[in-house]
């Protein structure tokens, strides 16, 4: 009988992002790079979400290496408040899994005219 290689759960080594800000606004762009310890080969989502809350708004990152994702958050009116950045990665092989790309909160604030 043959034994099934534990699955090792993916590790995201180091998140870049501009602009870098105290305070986002709805209609922002945040740019974002996703590097990963080990090569990963899937689908890669981001967005902003409520801590402890569900990804809703998820945006397509291109893959630029196999340990490289790049890609956009838009700030929309119904992500103001504290928020963190998360990830929904689907690889080839595996299971899916929602993660929180670090411990940075994000704070987006109403634009008052």
Known sequence: MRELAPVMPVQIERVDY???KDVYYPGEVLYV???FAKPFVGECEIGLAAAGGELVRRTTCR?????LYEGQVY??????????LKAALTPVTGQPTTVDTGDR???VRRIIP
């Open 75 to 84: 700030i929309h009116d119904d992500q103001v408040g504290s928020c963190v």
């Open 63 to 67: 893959q630029s290496s196999t340990r």
């Open 105 to 107: 909160i994000f704070q």
């Open 33 to 35: 790079s996703l590097s």
């Open 18 to 20: 501009t602009p870098r």
